[in-house]
């Protein structure tokens, strides 16, 4: 069993960047693929961004396109999202996620282990 931290949250103005991270620990980190979720105020959580076990496959979804990356590092149990030209609409609570199946992320479902989530506010 997998757990995970998040950390990186903070407060931004519009166009700005912020780096998220997820640390995990417990298990064979390789073995698990991670999304990052997002929820805003009076919204449902959604998928922003996936990757594999090995970093080889990601995905994104069409509102951060061109603007966020997601990575890892598998010697340091880490993933990052990286958040280049934020919006005030990037304004959410960001949760790492993770499954030892890709395939729920490209179905948009989420999988089994989550952090607590770390808040990203975007300043108009």
């Known amino acids: 069993q997998v757990q995970l931290v998040e950390s990186g949250g903070g407060l931004v103005q519009a166009g700005g960047s912020l780096r998220v991270s997820c640390a995990a620990s417990g298990g064979t980190f390789s073995n698990y693929a991670v999304g990052w979720f997002r929820q805003a105020p009076g919204k449902g959580r959604e998928l922003v961004a996936a990757i594999s076990g090995n970093g080889a496959m990601t995905k994104y979804a069409d509102f951060v396109k061109g603007r966020f990356t997601i990575s890892r590092d598998n010697a340091k149990n880490t993933v990052n999202l990286q958040m280049n030209s934020l919006k005030p609409e990037d304004t959410a609570v960001y949760f790492c996620?993770?499954?030892?199946?890709?395939?729920?992320?490209?179905?948009?479902?989420?999988?089994?282990?989550w952090g607590q989530g770390t808040q990203v506010t975007v300043s108009s």
């Open positions: 996620n993770a499954d030892l199946s890709l395939r729920t992320y490209y179905i948009n479902r989420p999988g089994a282990y």
